[in-house]
């Protein structure tokens, strides 16, 4: 063990790691580590993702602090998609990039959302770049 502290109640084993790289994932970040040490606490069932998915269908329990009611779930959801189907207007030019039609003559397929954009694509107008964008309305 390292010595930093540890829950160790309601586990059935206790891993340490050190991390080496993490990953935003959009909804959550995933920490990639290399093992310090692994001890097995006691025997039993451990919680898995697929207990989590048949007996929670993937839903936070009411009582998380990350629970959010269905509706707000919905709600966020078409928030997104709006948001990436989001105009921006060069600020420079005027040139309008609109997600749904991409900007096929530059290798950028239709449905394509702004944020989504190569690093180095620029305005096919007048040569702007990403951050020299603003979203419409
Ligand atoms: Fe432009």
New binding site residues.
């Given amino acids: 063990m390292t010595g930093c502290p540890v829950v160790t109640e309601n586990a059935l084993a206790v891993f340490e790691g050190k991390v080496v790289s993490s990953v935003d994932a959009g909804t959550h970040t995933v920490f990639i580590a290399d093992v310090a040490s692994a001890h097995a606490l006691k025997a039993g069932r451990p919680l898995s993702y697929a207990y989590y998915r048949e007996h929670l269908r993937g839903k936070t329990p009411k009582y998380a602090p990350t629970y959010m009611p269905a509706k707000a779930i919905e709600s966020t959801r078409e928030k997104r998609e709006e948001d990436a189907m989001k105009k921006y207007i060069?600020d420079?030019?005027?040139?309008v990039y609109d997600p749904a039609e991409g900007d096929p003559d530059n290798g950028v397929a239709a449905g394509t959302p702004f944020d989504k954009l190569p690093d180095g694509w620029v305005?096919p107008?007048?040569?702007?770049g990403k951050d020299?964008f603003s979203p419409e309305g």
Avoid: K, L, P, S
């Avoid at 420079?92 to 040139?95: A, K, L, M, P, S």
């Avoid at 107008?125 to 702007?128: D, K, N």
């Fill in positions: 060069c420079v030019c005027g040139y305005c107008v007048c040569g702007a020299q």
